[in-house]
């Protein structure tokens, strides 16, 4: 998926971050290559992703 700056910057507003206009090229690139990624991997697991509760990517510690 190909991503413009413009996009990448109107995203990251909504989020409330503020990406330098000289970082936002390599990130249009890499956020594009990860949503192509996500997309091939829908494609080939396709309902099955949605049969596995999802995992939290970090586990709370015991002192929490």
Do not use: H, N, Y
């Not at 909504?14 to 206009?21: M, T």
């Not at 099955?48 to 939290?56: K, L, N, R, T």
């Amino acid at each position: 998926m190909e991503l413009d700056c413009s996009r990448v910057q109107t995203l990251a507003s909504l989020v409330g971050l503020a990406i330098p206009e000289s970082d936002l090229k390599p990130i249009a690139i890499r956020l594009g290559e990860l949503l192509s990624a996500m997309e091939t991997i829908e494609r080939e697991l396709g309902a099955e992703m949605d049969s596995v509760e999802p995992i939290p990517p970090v586990f709370p510690r015991p002192d929490w």
